[in-house]
């Protein structure tokens, strides 16, 4: 399993909630998360063979903003 991380304009339960239909589309996303709290509202992923690029595209592509972070 790996663990994907990214920065997110998501602010809103309204904005999860979009985003969590599109993450039902990757059947190797085993969970997922967000911390709002956090100043870069972070989305962590815990997938197996997921390329954070695809989860970028599919995520600008419905106009939220997402960018993997190196850590």
């Known amino acids: ?15 999860v909630s979009k985003v ?4 039902t589309l990757f ?3 085993q969970q997922w998360n967000f911390d ?3 100043c870069d509202n972070i989305l962590r ?4 063979d997921l390329s954070p690029r695809y989860v970028e595209t599919a995520l600008q592509k419905a106009g939220i ?3 993997e972070l190196a850590y």
């Open 36 to 38: 709002l709290e956090d």
């Open 1 to 15: 399993m790996n663990v994907l991380v990214f920065k997110t304009n998501v602010t809103t339960k309204r904005k």
């Open 27 to 29: 059947p190797t996303i």
């Open 20 to 23: 969590s239909t599109l993450l």
């Open 45 to 48: 992923i815990v997938a197996s």
């Open 65 to 67: 903003g997402c960018e």
